[in-house]
């Protein structure tokens, strides 16, 4: 997000497949290593993202990079024993480091 911000708000478009779980986290750290991954703070999680999904976020912590993991994937219309998501679009809101909320 190019500098550090406390999220308030995430707003994922998701294809129409229903269910994908993923787990929203945030962190500082854009390196891809496990490492890495293990300072990232989990803030919100959904095990029923389809469609325009909202997340809501309460915890106070700030970061600079948010990852969308997807934990499951829903089944493949039409396709047996094949799972599939989509991600369209994505929007952030939050404030500054520092900044009320």
Not at 5 to 21: A, D, I
Not at 32 to 50: E, G, I, N, R, Y
Request: with cysteine; hydrophobic share 35%.
């Amino acid at each position: 997000m190019g500098r550090p911000v406390r999220l308030s708000q995430l707003t994922v478009q998701f294809g129409t497949s229903c269910c994908t779980h993923v787990m929203i986290e945030i962190g500082n750290s854009n390196a891809a290593s496990a490492a890495t991954l293990s300072t990232f703070t989990p803030v919100q999680s959904s095990s029923a993202a389809q469609g325009s999904t909202t997340f809501n976020v309460t915890k106070q912590v700030t970061g600079r990079y948010v990852l969308i993991w997807i934990t499951d994937l829903p089944p493949l219309a039409g396709s047996s024993g094949r799972y599939e998501t989509m991600i369209y679009d994505v929007t952030a809101h939050g404030f500054a480091s520092g900044q009320p909320g």
